[in-house]
């Protein structure tokens, strides 16, 4: 019988909830970080406050367990023979029984929120207990330093490493290191909201200094960009080479939906993503190359701007008939 405690948030303090919602700066960050360390500090409060429970709930079995054994001959001897998985839902109803005599509610406080019991059937003779707390951030970002969100995201790595889920939501703009704190949500975890939008280019830097050393530090820069985008394509469906290609040297602006497609997130519009159904659909659509999309683009932006100006020649001509007849 393996017993699994899920967590319910009551508030968004116990639930973890932290938010960025500026540029990914060493401030931002530092905030963000100061909050993550608070909420790690509550799960740790439950994980202790859980095993309290399960020491109690454990010796409640054992009790249970004897109980029956006691009751097993009488039952025989009646003719009400018992077979395992009898017994084993009659251990199950007296351990509860036992659980409420101790006056152990059916729902427990922790400092981190409610924490409701369920059961389900396992392969263990002993009870297991199992949390996977969440800690969620909610991102509306249009990205900022590397640097910085990297400290964020080895954060983040450090945190899921010590089984914590974390939760990432794009609730506004997840652009550029926005999208890569995204992305390196918990796989399963990662959601956009509807109308929020996610934009992924290459990384820009600037250095300034004698040309030598501006030199050498373009080629160390050039390595370290090569494992930074290694790491964000592993977030992905991608690898790091289709990545770069991806978007190029353009901002590449996703809805969630396709966002989805690439394996960025996993959630959008309330629902885990339908990856085949999605795929499915993109292959049906009509394409062409890139090269050949961005020939019209720039075609159609000649056409917008001669547009304009025809639209900015007539306001003049209304306007100067307008003063003509007013005078």
């Known amino acids: 019988m393996v017993q699994i405690l899920e967590m ?24 963000v970080l ?24 454990q010796r409640a079995a054992r009790a249970a367990q004897a109980e029956l054994q006691a009751l097993l001959p009488k039952l025989e001897a009646e003719g009400k023979k018992l077979d395992e998985a009898q017994q084993q839902t009659a ?34 003779g002993q009870p297991q207990y199992m949390l996977a707390p969440i800690m969620t951030l909610e991102i509306d970002s249009p990205g900022g330093s590397i640097q910085d969100g990297m400290r964020l995201i080895n954060k983040m790595h450090d945190l899921q490493k010590q089984g914590v889920l974390i939760k990432t939501v ?29 934009m ?35 977030y992905t469906d991608l690898s790091a080479e289709t990545l770069l290609e991806f978007f190029g040297e353009d901002d590449v602006w996703l809805e969630p939906k396709y966002a989805a497609a690439i394996g960025l997130i996993d959630i959008f519009d309330g629902s885990p ?28 932006r000649k056409k917008a701007a001669a547009l304009s100006e025809q639209l900015t020649v007539c306001r003049i001509k209304k306007a100067r008939e307008s003063a003509k007849s007013g005078s």
Request: with cysteine.
């Open 170 to 198: 794009c609730v506004g703009q997840c652009a550029s290191m926005g999208a890569a704190i995204l992305a390196a949500g918990s796989k399963g975890l990662r959601e956009a909201k509807p109308l929020s939008r996610i």
């Open 200 to 234: 992924l280019h290459s990384a820009a830097y600037g250095l300034q200094g004698k040309t030598s050393d501006i030199l050498g530090s373009i080629s160390t820069l050039e390595d370290w960009l090569d494992e930074f985008y290694k790491l964000i394509a592993s």
């Open 8 to 31: 319910a948030a009551m508030t968004e303090a116990n639930q973890g909830l932290v938010k960025l919602d500026d540029v990914v700066t060493k401030e931002s960050v530092d905030l």
């Open 273 to 300: 993503a339908d990856k085949e159904k999605l795929l499915a659909e993109i292959d049906s659509l009509p394409g062409n190359t890139p090269e050949a999309i961005k020939r019209e683009i720039r075609e159609l």
């Open 91 to 124: 251990i199950a109803h007296l351990t509860a029984k036992k659980m409420n005599e101790l006056g152990a509610p059916p729902e427990y406080e922790f400092p981190v929120g409610k924490v409701k019991l369920t059961m389900q059937d396992g392969d263990c």
């Open 34 to 57: 100061a909050y993550m360390t608070a909420h790690q500090e509550m799960f740790k409060r439950t994980f202790k406050a859980i095993q309290q429970y399960g020491m109690q709930e």
